[in-house]
T-cell receptor, first 114, second 118 residues
């Protein structure tokens, strides 16, 4: 099983659509979870952290299910500017103290069409 | 406040040459991380450094790759005798403390250095 696995995509949606991305991770000791966004040939940028209780930031909602080792991102009312690759990111976790080591999924490409 | 600065942005090398990639962390950040992104792949952790110390280089190939973060100057990722498989985007990131640490724990990435080996 891959350490972090995401929907392969790509997703093509019209403006205004709601789109959901799913992600699973294999390291049950992971403690921190994130969604990053990466525009074409650019650096990854933090979109939002993901908390156990679920969290929302404007049109974006992130959910975490530790029992299932599953993370999701929901984007409502998609905008053209949301077009990017969305990266599911999990920290190393574990007693070895490698919390600094992030594991990235391959990413899911989203294209929002006018 | 300038972000993480990487140079060169693009580097072309022939097989067997050396590549040196530089990274200046954000002001006030003393922790540097290097990640590699191969085409169509996710970012992979390579090495974590603090000033004058390599904390974890478990993600870096044992041969040909080395990294440093001297007391003065940028962090350097050095690849000797490059091969075609080294062609990738190399991203540097920095944090003010060990990531994710307290608070939001955001990791700030540079724009990357894209290495092409002919």
């Amino acid at each position: 099983r891959k350490e972090v696995e995401q929907d392969p995509g790509p997703f093509n949606v019209p403006e205004g659509a709601t789109v959901a991305f799913n992600c699973t991770y294999s390291n049950s000791a992971s403690q921190s979870f994130f969604w990053y966004r990466q525009d074409c040939r650019k650096e990854p940028k933090l979109l939002m952290s993901v908390y156990s209780s679920g969290n929302e930031d404007g049109r974006f909602t992130a959910q975490l299910n530790r029992a299932s080792q599953y993370i999701s991102l929901l984007i409502r009312d998609s905008k053209l500017s949301d077009s990017a690759t969305y990266l599911c990111v999990v920290n190393g976790g574990g007693s070895g103290g490698s919390n600094y080591k992030l594991t990235f999924g391959k990413g899911t490409l989203l294209t929002v069409n006018p | 406040n300038a972000g993480v600065m990487q140079n060169p942005r693009h580097l072309v090398r022939r097989r067997g040459q050396e590549a040196r990639l530089r990274c200046s962390p954000m002001k006030g950040h003393s922790h540097v991380y290097w990640y590699r992104q191969l085409p169509e792949e996710g970012l992979k952790f390579m090495v974590y450094l603090q000033k004058e110390n390599i904390i974890d280089e478990s993600g870096m190939p044992k041969e040909r790759f080395s990294a440093e973060f001297p007391k003065e100057g940028p962090s350097i990722l050095r690849i000797q005798q490059v091969v075609r498989g080294d062609s990738a985007a190399y991203f540097c990131a920095s944090s003010p403390q060990e990531f994710p640490g307290g608070g939001a724990g955001e990791l700030f990435f540079g724009e990357g250095s894209r290495l092409t080996v002919l």
